[in-house]
């Protein structure tokens, strides 16, 4: 009995948190202090608590017309929600389970990395102590550039916390666009989205691999490494070649690398630009729906399937043998279970998208604005993937299509999570084999 009850408190906390988080900033967000024309409407209040703390970037509102008082508000949020969501990942899915049965802890292993601390208060205390000391080297490097343009230490604080948590909300008047040609600001922005995208685990098993606590970084982390740097170098090249003579014409060669390589960090969950993207190509905006339907990695501040899920599908799809029991990569053997988690998480995924779109189409030919399923496509997939990258359409969607947008933030930052937390640890042990269901394929 116990054990049901612990597994229906982490499912609970985790809504609570999120749902608690999401209703005082539509509160706030509804006073006449949090913006400079009066009160915001509703829908719109509910929408932006909702990005802010599911760290997505989607506005309806322009975060210039929010007073200080709102912008301290929007800001908080975002501390909260990606502080909120690497805490519950992180304890949850790379937590011992000890109160499990021998049969059942057989299967446990994809929860697990070995050679973690795993006291939760240590955990916690290392998690808020890493995202202050990257937010605050953040700020301190970039002030300087922010101020020559009269930016405040506040405008910094907020940019840093915004790219580290990948929410992608901006003071900043154009937001990166401005700073496009601006190599440090383009760099710092993409370091601390980069880290913020790779997760606790990784970053506290690269440290201890540095201060040489361990000889070799753990399975996990060697796969969220090799597929975050194989998706943004592909990305950027990707990127260079498609807007080369489109929306990076002009610029010189140096320029368009730079914003090559940020586009292809920031469509993993960020949601900055320095290039607009209604600007991109066809193709160039078919990869960033990719690169945000991938997203960041487990136990991190970014969305999307996450890479460790990418990096098992494409590993099923290129290493699979028909009646080859086990997949083996790099000496380890990668388990049915794995696998069968990661095809759940897609195929979630892929409803989830697909549902926001179809609402987006309806709603928007019904309310006589009429969009392109390519953009509908491009709306839900930042949503879901809680990237924040828009081809400027959003402050202009009914009622309808918002509070969609909503449910995809939502789904797309907490439901995944919490739809792969077990309703009850007390399922049935199975000793006996069912008979074999024989599907052709």
Avoid at 6 to 33: D, N
Avoid at 158 to 166: G, L, M, R, T, V
Avoid at 188 to 197: F, K, N, P, S
Avoid at 363 to 378: R, S
């Amino acid at each position: 009995m116990s054990i049901r009850i612990q597994i229906g408190k982490e499912k609970s906390l985790l809504i609570l948190y999120f749902t608690g988080l999401i209703a005082a900033g539509t509160i706030l967000f509804s006073m006449p202090f949090a913006t400079k024309t009066g009160s915001m409407r509703f829908v719109d209040a509910l929408f932006t608590a909702t990005s802010a703390v599911c760290v997505t970037g989607l506005t309806t509102v322009d975060t210039l017309s929010l007073t200080r008082v709102g912008q301290f508000v929007l800001i908080l949020l975002i501390q909260l929600g990606g502080l909120g969501i690497i805490a519950f990942s992180t304890l949850y899915l790379f937590s011992p389970r000890k109160r499990i049965s021998v049969i059942t802890r057989g299967f446990t292993g994809d929860y697990t990395v070995p050679s973690v601390e795993f006291r939760t208060r240590k955990i916690i205390t290392q998690i808020i102590g890493w995202t202050a000391g990257f937010e605050l080297l953040g700020t301190l490097i970039i002030w300087p550039v922010l101020s020559r343009s009269g930016y405040t230490l506040f405008d910094s604080l907020f940019h840093a916390i915004s790219a580290f948590c990948n929410a992608g909300f901006s003071t900043l008047r154009s937001g990166m666009e401005n700073f496009r040609d601006e190599a440090l600001m383009n760099v710092v922005t993409m370091i601390l989205i980069i880290c913020g995208g790779l997760g606790f685990i990784v970053l506290q098993d690269i440290a201890r691999l540095i201060q040489k606590k361990k000889l070799h970084l753990t399975y996990h982390s060697s796969i969220v490494l090799r597929t975050s740097v194989g998706l943004i170098i592909i990305g950027a090249i990707l990127f260079f070649i498609l807007e080369n003579n489109h929306a990076f014409k002009g610029m010189s060669g140096a320029s368009k690398i730079m914003a090559s390589f940020f586009q292809s960090v920031t469509s993993r969950t960020a949601g900055f630009d320095t290039v607009p993207q209604a600007k991109l190509t066809s193709a160039a905006q078919f990869v960033t729906i990719i690169l945000m339907f991938i997203g960041a990695s487990p136990g991190s501040t970014g969305g999307g399937i996450k890479t460790t899920t990418f990096y098992l599908m494409l590993l099923v799809a290129l290493r699979f043998r028909e009646g080859g029991g086990v997949l083996v990569d790099r000496n380890r053997a990668v388990m049915p279970y794995s696998i069968f988690k990661a095809a759940a998480v897609v195929v979630r995924a892929v409803i989830i998208v697909l549902a926001v779109t179809v609402v987006l189409l309806i709603a928007e030919q019904v309310h006589g604005n009429p969009l392109g399923i390519e953009t509908a496509i491009f709306e839900s997939v930042s949503a879901f993937g809680t990237v924040g990258l828009s081809i400027g359409i959003t402050p202009h969607l009914s009622a309808v299509s918002k509070l969609a947008l909503v449910s995809a933030m939502f789904m797309g930052r907490v439901g995944l999570f919490a739809m792969a937390i077990p309703s009850s640890k007390y399922s049935t042990e199975r000793y006996a084999r069912s008979p074999r269901a024989d599907i052709l394929l």
